[in-house]
């Protein structure tokens, strides 16, 4: 076993054991706080006075919802991140962050004919049913997808693996209606897409990091080798509108181009700091080409960890907009015995040279990474960025329908451009 394979074996070990002692530390550092206000004979006198004398009877899924709902709004009251879970928020959760789901592999978009398809991937369950990109679901189960709430109706494609879920469809060339039962399968939400060569003849090799989960830094480095056997010679890794994700999977991320160091420190309530450090150099690290990362308001919690790292070690150089400053720690913790969560942020982030990027509005500070070039578009361009990269996210491998030209992207125009003329500049320089 190589000293790799045995590193990425051992350290989430080495993680939940620190992880554990850091909570124990941190429990018996922290002074014996007062109890937080609830009032339970209020609480449950409350809950009898409904059950007694409320004009109707509320049955038990009403009940269940009004407790989840007082469940959600005491936890959004401490900050726009805490949140209570219920058991399908929980489920949803789990996978989105393992990067698969149960479903039948089709991005759609509801219109007023029937929910579009935008995307299909071969393999998956759709495709080999014959539904293709530009093709108009007309039912899911049944449901009428012709109607208002028709995404709630594409929904319905998600459940267990294994089982059916009857669709009917007409082809983008016409004809009459087409019907199949579909059997759900396993289907992997892609983190890294839309590689390409942004410009081949400069060896500009282009990414996009849509979220990050499990599978990320996998993604990446198979990513990276692709583009370098295409030629790249500099890389652009886009995160706009990435909201973030698993932290481990950004760090692994920052250790694909940095060889050392620190990527980030989290510090909790009781003081105590927790620096997570580089795994170190790997043969298929990225470690001296030329690097642009492209940053927005939407670039946020993980992917500003990511960028923060690399901006601080001046390993890349920031293309775009202030990034939305959400530098807090927020771990799921399951209740004891039941199938809810809760998200609670538990601690701060600080970048390897200690910068806190949080935002705070209440006092008017912005916070967010401020970038070294920046870089703009208009509200149409932007749209229709946000549209591609909606639909890149939902992590099918996007197929444009025919005839769709790629919008247009001047942030990213402008980090090709640097890249560009850095590579024209070291040819000249014979290097």
Same mark, same amino acid.
């Given at each position: 076993?190589?000293?790799?394979?045995?590193f990425?074996?051992?350290t989430?070990?080495?993680?939940?054991?620190?992880?554990?002692?850091?909570l124990a530390?941190e429990?018996r550092?922290?002074?014996a706080?007062?109890? +937080?206000?609830?009032?339970?004979?209020?609480?449950?006198?409350?809950?009898s006075?409904?059950?007694?004398?409320y004009?109707d009877?509320?049955?038990?899924?009403?009940?269940?919802g009004?407790?989840?709902?007082?469940?959600?709004?005491?936890?959004?009251?401490?900050?726009?991140y805490?949140?209570?879970l219920?058991?399908?928020?929980?489920?949803?959760?789990e996978?989105?962050?393992?990067?698969?789901?149960?479903?039948?592999?089709?991005?759609?978009?509801?219109?007023?004919?029937?929910?579009? /398809?935008?995307?299909?991937r071969?393999?998956?369950?759709?495709?080999?049913?014959g539904?293709?990109?530009?093709?108009?679901?007309?039912s899911i189960?049944?449901?009428?997808?012709?109607? &208002?709430g028709?995404?709630?109706? +594409?929904h319905?494609?998600?459940?267990?693996?294994?089982t059916?879920?009857?669709?009917?469809?007409?082809?983008?060339?016409?004809?009459?209606?087409?019907?199949?039962?579909?059997?759900? =399968?396993?289907?992997?939400q892609?983190?890294?897409?839309?590689?390409?060569m942004?410009?081949?003849?400069?060896?500009?090799g282009?990414?996009?990091?849509a979220?990050?989960?499990?599978?990320?830094?996998?993604d990446?480095?198979?990513?990276?080798?692709r *583009?370098?056997?295409?030629?790249?010679?500099s890389?652009? $890794?886009? *995160?706009? =509108?990435?909201? !973030?994700?698993?932290?481990?999977?950004? /760090?692994?991320?920052?250790d694909?181009?940095l060889?050392?160091?620190?990527?980030?420190?989290?510090? =909790?309530?009781?003081?105590?700091?927790r620096?997570?450090?580089?795994?170190?150099?790997?043969?298929?690290?990225?470690l001296d080409?030329?690097?642009? +990362? *492209?940053? #927005?308001g939407?670039t946020? =919690?993980?992917? &500003?960890?990511?960028?923060g790292?690399?901006?601080?070690?001046?390993?890349?150089?920031?293309?775009?907009?202030?990034?939305? !400053?959400?530098?807090? $720690?927020?771990?799921i913790?399951?209740?004891?015995?039941?199938? /809810?969560?809760?998200?609670?942020?538990?601690?701060?982030?600080?970048?390897?040279?200690?910068?806190?990027?949080?935002?705070? #509005?209440?006092?008017?500070?912005? !916070?967010?990474?401020?970038?070294? /070039?920046?870089?703009?578009?208009?509200?149409?361009?932007?749209?229709?960025?946000?549209?591609?990269?909606?639909?890149?996210?939902?992590?099918?491998?996007?197929?444009?329908?025919?005839?769709?030209?790629?919008p247009?992207d001047?942030?990213?125009?402008r980090?090709?451009?640097?890249?560009?003329?850095?590579?024209?500049?070291?040819a000249?320089?014979?290097?």
């Open positions: 076993m190589s000293v790799r394979v045995l990425l074996v051992v989430p070990l080495l993680l939940l054991a620190a992880g554990l002692g850091f530390a429990a550092a922290r002074p706080a007062p109890t +937080l206000y609830w009032p339970d004979d209020v609480v449950l006198e409350m809950r006075l409904v059950e007694r004398s004009v009877e509320v049955p038990p899924e009403q009940a269940k009004l407790f989840y709902a007082a469940c959600k709004a005491y936890l959004s009251g401490l900050d726009p805490c949140e209570f219920t058991p399908e928020e929980r489920r949803a959760m996978q989105e962050t393992q990067g698969e789901f149960g479903g039948v592999g089709i991005v759609g978009k509801p219109t007023g004919d029937g929910i579009l /398809v935008r995307g299909t071969q393999g998956d369950p759709a495709w080999d049913a539904i293709r990109a530009g093709d108009l679901l007309l189960d049944g449901a009428d997808t012709r109607v &208002e028709a995404r709630d109706v +594409l319905r494609l998600r459940g267990e693996p294994g059916a879920v009857a669709v009917s469809w007409r082809h983008r060339d016409g004809g009459g209606p087409r019907e199949a039962t579909v059997v759900r =399968s396993r289907i992997k892609d983190s890294v897409v839309g590689v390409a942004a410009d081949a003849g400069a060896g500009v282009y990414l996009r990091i979220r990050f989960q499990e599978n990320t830094a996998a990446l480095k198979a990513a990276l080798a *583009l370098k056997a295409d030629g790249a010679r890389f652009v $890794v886009d *995160l706009r =509108s990435d909201y !973030g994700g698993v932290l481990p999977a950004a /760090v692994a991320c920052a694909c181009f060889d050392e160091g620190v990527v980030v420190v989290t510090r =909790s309530r009781a003081g105590l700091e620096p997570t450090h580089l795994a170190g150099r790997d043969p298929g690290d990225v080409a030329p690097l642009v +990362l *492209l940053v #927005d939407n946020a =919690s993980a992917a &500003e960890v990511l960028a790292a690399l901006q601080d070690y001046r390993r890349a150089v920031l293309v775009g907009e202030r990034t939305f !400053g959400k530098f807090l $720690v927020q771990r913790v399951p209740l004891e015995g039941k199938d /809810v969560a809760v998200r609670l942020t538990t601690a701060r982030y600080f970048t390897p040279y200690g910068r806190t990027l949080q935002r705070d #509005d209440a006092r008017g500070v912005r !916070g967010g990474l401020v970038p070294d /070039v920046p870089a703009t578009a208009t509200e149409a361009q932007r749209r229709a960025i946000a549209e591609a990269v909606f639909e890149e996210q939902q992590g099918l491998d996007w197929v444009l329908l025919p005839g769709s030209p790629a247009e001047p942030i990213l125009a980090a090709v451009g640097l890249l560009r003329d850095a590579d024209a500049a070291r000249a320089d014979g290097k």
